[in-house]
Structure formats: C-alpha cells, structure tokens
C-alpha cells in the first residue's frame, strides 16, 4: 500500500530524516519507534502529505504524492500529537462537523456516528462539551474524526502520550479493534505498546531506519539473550571467580549485599543450572537464580546506544556527502519553501489539524450549522 524511497526531509542545514526506504503492505499495523527527535513525527507528516519532502519519493496504493497530495489525502485520517479539538462543541456535533469536512453526505454522517462513537467508547460523552472531558477522552474523539470517513490509511502520532496506565491499556484496546478495518501506522517511544500493538517494527535513529521487522524477527538478526540475577551468601570476591569458568557468560555486576553479593549476568543461553553448580561447588551459598529472556527492549537499546555524534546506526551505510541530496524542496504540499527561519520548525509546537479537517475561517460557521438533508448552501460551504 505504501512505498518510500530514499526520502530526505532537510530544514537548513538540519536532516530531520535521510534516505528513508520502507514499504508497508495493506491492512498491516505498523510501529515507528524511536526517542524523541528520532524522525517519527516527521515521517509521519510527509506520509500524510502535510510536509513535502526535500527529496526522494512517496506512494500510496500506486499514488505520487508529489503529482497527487489531496487525492491521498482523501485516503488518510490523521490524529497528530495534539488532537485537532473545537473544545466549544460538543462531542456529536464536532464527529458531525469532521464528516462533513470530508465531503460525507449529512445522511452518511449520521449513520456512521453510532458506529465510530461505539467503537472509540464515546457513546456516553456525545452530547458532552469536548471542554469538559478528559485527556484521554479527548484522545478518544481525536481518533473519532481520524476514522469518520472510514479511511484506508489511518496514521496516529503518540496517541498514548500523556495518559494514564487504565488509559492506556483502553487506548490499546481501541486500536486493536480498528486492525482489519484500516491500515495503521502508529509512532511512539514507549516499547511495550509497540510490541503489544504492532505486527512489525521500524526503528528510527537520528533521522534513519536503523532496524525493521517484527519483534521476533529483530531478536533473530541482532541476537536474543538472557539477563540474569543472581544473589549468593559469599563475598564479590568469591563470587567473581566461581563464575569466572563458564564460557559466554558476561559478568555485568557483582556487588555487596546485606545477605552476601547479588550480580547481574547476561548470557546468549539460559546458564542457571551451570551457574548453580558453579556457585554451589565452590562453597557458596546459593540465595536466589532468576533469568529474564531480553526482547524489543535491549534490542532498541543496542542500536540507541553509541551512535551519538554523528556515528552510523546499525546495519546502515555512511551517509553519503550533502551534495547528492536535491536541496529544492518538492513543494507539493501547497506550502511555500522553508526559509531560514523555518530551519528548525520541526522542534517547535506543530499545528495540530490533520490534512482536510483544517476548514478556513470563513467557511467553518457555515459548515457548522448546515443542516442534515439538503442544505446546498451547507454543501457548498464545506467543499473546497
């Protein structure tokens, strides 16, 4: 469904993204993550056509984004970092409002608003004030107008951020129940809800893809492990050389404890039972033995780590030199050039309506207050 290929997003000087190279196939649930600045925002804004990219291209199901932006558009909903919210209205009449901004007949709206409110757990809160509910009901409605229209692509950027741990694990549950119904890219930095959520995984470092595939997948490529913690009634001393003679073992830790030592192992293989053995021929007291198979966690720590400062994530080629990347920006977006000005815009608050539900001002109260059948000027009043 989607295809990118060496896409490059520069401000100034600044690569927010390089040489991106990914597809994503129909109905897949795909995750982005990646600390903070990694490039997850911004690759999501160029897939849903609110960024042109410097460089490079983008198509969705076989449509360029440079010659076509509001004909993808029109296959997208979108929910950015800040929910795009007219607090004034209320909940019913602004999922009303976002349908008819997406050029849904007033008859189509209605019949699909029990439908959405069901399935994001609106149904109590339709005739609240959007200003009265609570952070993770506004999440809730954000999703609402994302999936009005019953888009093909649906792109959510942190929709877990900033809620509650009951919040989360209901957030999670909604957009399981929207895989099947949408192709879903998602972004986040939090790893237990990419790997609970997602079929497979892109991992972005500084602007680049340093790993893909599912969860599985990435333990297979880059080695899975077990980290292991052992407590023991001897000295560190001791401890250290009873465990000296077992092959593959890395010896993180070995530290004083009230009861003896306790150490932090990891190892390719689970070792308990040579470990207990080691420990308990040398004369030791053996406390405690637990092992913990690492996943996505030490994964996206292996390839976070040591890459400051301009080093190459894993598994990538070094970047090649400014002068192969096209500096004139596509501008397919209907937005002018960046100006040095803009240069590091990506840093600051990003305006928050998704790509067609960002009515001008003049036309928003019309839109408004259309009526439900029939109202041509209403109509009118919402197409562009």
Do not use: W
């Amino acid at each position: 469904m989607i295809r990118v290929e060496r896409v490059t997003k520069l401000y100034g000087a600044h690569a927010a993204v390089r040489d991106l190279d990914f597809s994503i196939a129909e109905g897949e649930c795909v995750g982005f993550l990646g600390l903070n600045g990694a490039g997850k925002t911004t690759t999501l804004r160029i897939l849903s056509c609110l960024v042109a990219p410097t460089s490079g291209s983008v198509k969705i199901r076989d449509i360029d984004a440079e010659t076509s932006p509001h004909e993808i558009r029109k296959l997208i909903g979108f929910l950015p970092d800040t929910p795009p919210l007219y607090e004034e209205m209320r909940v019913g009449e602004y999922l009303k409002f976002a349908g008819r901004l997406r050029q849904m007949s007033a008859g189509a709206v209605r019949d699909r608003i029990p439908h959405v409110a069901r399935t994001c757990g609106l149904e109590d809160v339709l005739d609240a004030p959007i200003s009265s509910l609570s952070h993770g009901y506004k999440q809730r409605v954000g999703i609402a107008q994302a999936v009005i229209h019953e888009p093909a692509l649906l792109i959510l950027d942190e929709p877990i951020q900033g809620l509650d741990p009951v919040q989360i694990v209901e957030m999670r549950t909604m957009i399981r129940a929207l895989r099947g119904q949408h192709t879903i890219l998602l972004s986040s930095h939090i790893l237990s809800e990419i790997a609970q959520t997602c079929d497979r995984i892109l991992m972005l470092h500084e602007g680049r893809i340093a790993a893909q595939g599912t969860e599985s997948e990435l333990s297979g490529r880059f080695g899975e492990s077990f980290q292991i913690r052992l407590e023991a009634a001897g000295s560190a001393e001791k401890v250290r050389a009873a465990l000296a003679s077992i092959e593959g073992l890395d010896i993180i830790e070995v530290r004083e404890s009230a009861d003896g030592c306790a150490a932090t192992l990891r190892s390719v293989e689970d070792v308990r039972a040579r470990l207990s053995q080691a420990v308990v021929g040398a004369g030791i007291g053996l406390l405690g033995l637990r092992a913990e198979r690492s996943g996505l966690e030490s994964i996206f720590l292996s390839l976070s780590r040591g890459h400051g400062g301009g080093a190459e994530p894993v598994g990538l080629d070094p970047v090649a030199p400014e002068a192969t990347v096209k500096t004139a920006p596509l501008n397919f977006s209907g937005q002018s050039e960046e100006t040095d000005a803009d240069a590091h815009a990506f840093r600051q608050p990003r305006s928050s309506a998704p790509p067609s539900v960002a009515p001008a001002p003049e036309k928003e109260a019309e839109a408004r207050h259309e009526s439900d059948e029939g109202d041509v000027a209403g109509d009118d009043a919402i197409k562009h």
